[in-house]
């Protein structure tokens, strides 16, 4: 079949070697040709974590009694742009319902089944491709701040070892021998031995994407005004129609208003991460840490170190508040020694499009089979694109999927 891909980001271009896979013509359809050469994209500037032992939904009824805490600082994890909380309102509603238990219970079996098979779909594909030296598997690190902490990490370890993803509760000299810039500010950790982080996402998107070209792929610059189901699935771009035997949808936040037009009105909204990059400053830290009580990670990318997470609601139009970035980095700076200094850095702004559940939508449209979604996978779309990829080549070859989609429906809401 001809498949259109709307999306060159890292899911639909890991969308596009699945399909290449089994003989389609692909052609991938995004204004900048590669949604990685897109500075706002999380393709582009995500913090290169492959976080496949993050299994809990964001909506749990611990963040919803921290929130409010959270709130009072403008500089904290957790933010809500001036003027954005009345547009912001139904997600919030959707977030609250998703945080009753057996909601979260639901979420969290959805998650295991996407992460769970998030790592050997990415070995798989960079074997595939001869792009390895991309990959690194060092294991991550949770940092803990207090021995409360600590407790609470054993029993989420507990949940994940269930769940088949090997964790060990460490102590802090143990995660200083592992990284010796880590300060003596903690009470433990927990290390993931099988984790990965990939060489920079910028670096990885790109060699993926030349890779689908490289393979026969496809690729228009041209911007999607609408989608048709009117008989064959078609296009609307801005230099006219083009019609396919299916259609991908997977161009992030902008998904939502396409996804509109026929019919699936999805509530999808931005977390606006920011990040500081250290070009060229490697051999400080050697694989990412996470301060799990403060939203944030630091990562050892190929490119240099990058510091980035938090979550800020402003929609698309609001201009970047890089006094979070510094933030960031200011409060990171008490956690490992020898970072450079703050205006070295580069800084970095991207929108990660989420859902109130923490699920990203993947299956068909409402109004035709043939055209399928894969998009809004909030902070872990560079860990679910291929196990995505695969279950999208499932759809598009109309048979079962390698195993349950059912919660993953855009009709769910």
Known sequence: MHVLIIGAGITGTATAHALLDEGHTVTLIDP???????????????????????????????????????LLDPLGPLAIRAGYLLPLLPWLARFLWASRPSAVAASTRALIDLQTRAL??????????????????????????????????????????????????????EARQMEPAIRDVFAGALFHADSAHISDPLWLTTA??????????????????????????????????????????????WS??????????????????????????????????AFKDHGFIINALDSGIRIGGAVEFGGLKAKP?????????????????????FGSGDVWMGFRPSLPDSLPVIGPSRASPRIIYAFGH???????????AGLVADMIAGRKTSFDATPFSAQRF
């Open 208 to 253: 993926l994407f030349e890779a689908a070209i490289a393979r026969g792929a496809n690729s228009l610059p041209a911007t999607v005004r609408a989608l048709s189901a009117d008989g064959k699935p078609a296009v609307l771009t801005d230099g006219g129609v083009i019609e396919a035997d299916a259609i991908v949808l997977a161009a992030g936040i």
């Open 120 to 173: 050997p779909a990415w070995l798989a594909r960079a074997r595939a491709l001869g792009l390895e030296k991309h990959i690194h598997r060092k294991g991550g690190l949770y940092m803990l701040d207090t021995p409360s902490s600590v407790e609470k990490a054993r029993i989420e370890a507990k949940a994940q070892r269930e769940a088949g993803i090997n964790v060990d509760v460490i102590s802090l000299d």
């Open 378 to 388: 909030g902070h872990l779309g560079m860990t679910q694109s291929h196990v995505t």
């Open 32 to 70: 900048d040709g590669s949604a990685a050469r897109e500075r706002g994209t999380p393709s582009a500037g995500n913090a290169g974590w492959i976080a496949t032992a993050d299994i809990l939904p964001l909506a749990h009824p611990k963040i919803v009694l921290e929130a409010p805490r959270m």
């Open 321 to 341: 508040n890089h006094a979070r970035t510094r933030a960031l980095y200011e409060k990171c700076s008490r956690f490992i020694s020898g970072l450079p200094d």
């Open 256 to 289: 939502r208003t396409l996804a509109a037009g026929l019919g699936d009105k999805t509530p999808l909204d931005t977390e606006r991460g920011y990040n500081v990059s250290f070009k060229g400053v490697t051999g400080l830290t050697s694989r990412p840490i």
